[in-house]
């Protein structure tokens, strides 16, 4: 959700804080600001992007050694320049960005107007920087002081920062719920909700933990408290994330460079993992949890979005290879039932952020139910992959792009191996077809890199289409959760709007849109159920709808019935998501730059979904 950015040293802040800021974007774009403390204390903001501030700041006063910046996607109070962080308190001598949602702010909110303050937005935010300087006056306590007894009266998640006019050489931060990491460079700090701004100054990171709260001073040791007022020690750890990885690299944008980065991607999340010599696949992060797995009486897998779809796919392959029954669950659903949950369970969660919100309480309803909590997340360190019991990191580098395209292959890349690890472990499949099996996993990343090759191809095929107002996709077996995946990446980038189907039931409802302006995208490749996707096929074509399709190289049925092919090479139908969503994921990319739309952030999503 928000971006939050601090900095505190020998520097001048603003530079810092804004090129941070940018590399944030991704979390939030609706309106921005900044605080800088020199003699006074200066705060900028404004409806709009972090561009936006940058005009909106220009030829202010921006001097400062410390300061702090907020990028905002609204959950209180629409997008507005009051709105926006930083807030200030009402003797305008302390500043706060907030990431997260304050649950009882109406509460506080009423008790503090009652004594007199006065609220300049809708934020939840605004009830928090009024009840610290309230506290910091009755009860004559330093700010952290304050910070810690204000927190201990908040219902909710947040990752906070603060800086006081009267403190020009202190930061004070604090996270539950949302995440926060300290870079600690030569004599200066800078403070993020992830790591992308601090790479390039520094790779020793503090990640806080749910109710700590660090006091960041200027020349002196970092010190962190929890909010009961407990010190714990420093946990430095190495980063290990390049500035490239962040970077266009000379693409359009971040979405196309992540989906040409595939091959790549896919291949990381195999290696030292997929030993094809060798006969045998390892996945270091649960080998302790291999006869935990072996003996599950069920896996039951939650997700959010993208990553729910390469769960829907782990339950294809999970059970085809493990033989182990597989429920997937919505995390935002799963935390709201009593689900029937025992020690025999095991639960796997998909993240690619790591901090979604919703899967966050799902990991804490399945372990308070005893079930063993696996991870499958990309964020090295994330709050999911700290809460889980043990995990697999996807590997497939930063992904800026809102939209997910390669931490979705190399989700799918890991359930792969965790379903061929455990045929292995359980002699579920014969070792001839294993071995198969490794080779052709193995083989994905080239044929990946085949497919690329075709853009230009489906550039066209886009131009086509760009301006249509609905589109229907479908699949079956393997392909149902790739039609899924590509609808979704339709409407997430283009807002046009997509369904995705079982193509089988079709004819239990959307065959009723199909006319001479509906285009349906089927995933129509061999092997599966492909006899009956080209009765789908036919129906469709029956009814006047404008075919484009998926299908395996040399195929000629479909060719002969579909208005355009896309072809890709032949695999085993289990492997078919890792290939047949790349063009997809191309066609959606090429209709939504062809629309004017901003393609890596588009609008009302957000990369990290931090708040319910
Ligand atoms: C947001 C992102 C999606 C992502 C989903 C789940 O909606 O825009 O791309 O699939 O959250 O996020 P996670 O980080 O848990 O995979």
Redesign the pocket.
Known sequence: MCGIVAYIGPRDAYPILMKGLHRLEYRGYDSAGVCLINDDIRIYKCKGKVSDLEDHVSGQDISGTIGMAHTRWATHGEPSTLNAHPHISQNKTLALIHNGIIENYASIRSELKNRGYLFSSETDTEVLVHLIEDIMINEKVPVEEAVRIALNQVIGAYAIVILAKEFPDKIIAARKGSPMVIGIGEGEFFIASDATPLIEYTDNVVYLNDEEIAIIERNKDLKIKTILNKAHTPYVEKLEMSLGEIEKGGFEHFMLKEIYEQPRSIQDSMRGRLHVDHGIVTLGGIRDYEQKIINAGRIIIT?????WHAGLVGEYLLEDLARIAVEVEYSSEFRYRNPILSEDDVVLV???????AD?LAAIDLAKSKGATVLGICNVVGSSIARATHAGVYTHAGPEIG???TK?FTAQVAVLAMLGLLIAQKKGTIPKSKFQQLLIELDNIPAKVERILKQNEKIRDIATIYKDVKNSLYLGRGYNFPVALEGALKLK?ISYIHAEGYPAAEMKHGPIALIDESMPVVFIATKRGIYDKVISNIEEVKARKGRIIAIVTEGDESVKALADHCIEIPDTEEMFVPLLATIPLQLLSYHIAVMRGCNVDQPRN?????TVE
Not at 350 to 356: L, P, R
Not at 605 to 609: E, F, Q, R
């Open positions: 997700a959010c979005g993208t990553s998909i993240s690619q952020s790591g901090e979604t899967t809102v939209a997910s931490a997430e999503l957000a990369k990290s979904v």
